[in-house]
């Protein structure tokens, strides 16, 4: 079995092979001067694992592109699986976008392993897919610090809770109540925050406005420091100059999405499965 690396998930795909003792393949990308792309893929092997983050159209190219270069029985890592969040018609019209996705990933792969999709509506649109959990390994790094971990909102609530339960930390979400047409007041549940170091927890950080806002109200009820932590830093538009600009003190990623915030690998637990499942003996 060779593992194929790709250009967004190059130094994660270099821990899983090392930790499975998978070869690379050789692999030759190209951008050509219309933007088209081109994959050329040197393997003798009838087993592969193919490990490519989903953040950009490119992304979804390469891999149908490598598919194509293949032969034999292929397995897809796609550590942040990118379009999860069009998990339903919002609009009469509108492409779901998520769906549309599976359908053309699952018509090549055996199977195909992510790390905290968005939503159960997502993962539903799968046959084949496995979604790990990474909140236990942002408990795991922030064990022995006296952090409350926040969650921005009641939805992210029970991953929140996971990563604290790790921590040994004290955890709650934002609460927002709406005073009048113009006015929402934002407050932590049940946790007193005044003189704390908090730490907000989410599983995406995009444009980083919902932590942003976050942050901006715990500094108003005193917290003495506040970072940020989650498992997929897509960090568009800006979101890093945003979130120190507001006071954001540190931001914690894992390498879903190779970053210099990636400080917190999810290759073993990506090794673990793939050797429990998917690796010939």
Known sequence: MDLILTPSSPMLGKRVAEILGLKLAKTHFKKFPDGELY??????????????????????????????????????????????????????????????????????????????????????????????????????????????????????????????SIANADWDWLEKKRIDAQTVEIFPKNVEVNGKTVLIVDDIISTGGTVVEAAKKLYELGAKRVECACVHAVLADFAAVKLFSCGI????????????????????IIADHIRRVYQKA
């Open 39 to 164: 994959v050329r893929v040197e393997s003798d092997e009838s087993n592969h694992l193919v490990i490519s983050s989903i953040n950009s159209n490119d992304d979804i190219i390469l891999i149908n592109l490598i598919f194509d270069a293949l032969k034999g029985d292929i397995f897809l890592i796609a550590p942040y699986m990118g379009y999860a969040r069009q998990d339903r018609e919002f609009l009469e019209g509108e492409a779901v976008s998520i769906r549309a996705v599976a359908k053309m990933l699952e018509e090549r792969v055996e199977g195909i392993l992510t790390v905290n999709i968005h939503s159960e509506r997502a993962k539903e649109k799968f046959r084949k897919l496995f979604d790990l959990d990474a909140m236990p390994l942002i408990g795991e790094h922030f064990r022995g610090r006296d952090v409350v971990m926040i969650s921005p909102d009641k939805g992210s609530a029970e991953r929140v809770k996971v990563a604290a």
């Open 249 to 268: 003190e540190d931001i914690v990623a894992t390498d879903t999405i190779e970053r210099i915030f990636s400080k917190i690998s999810v290759a073993k």
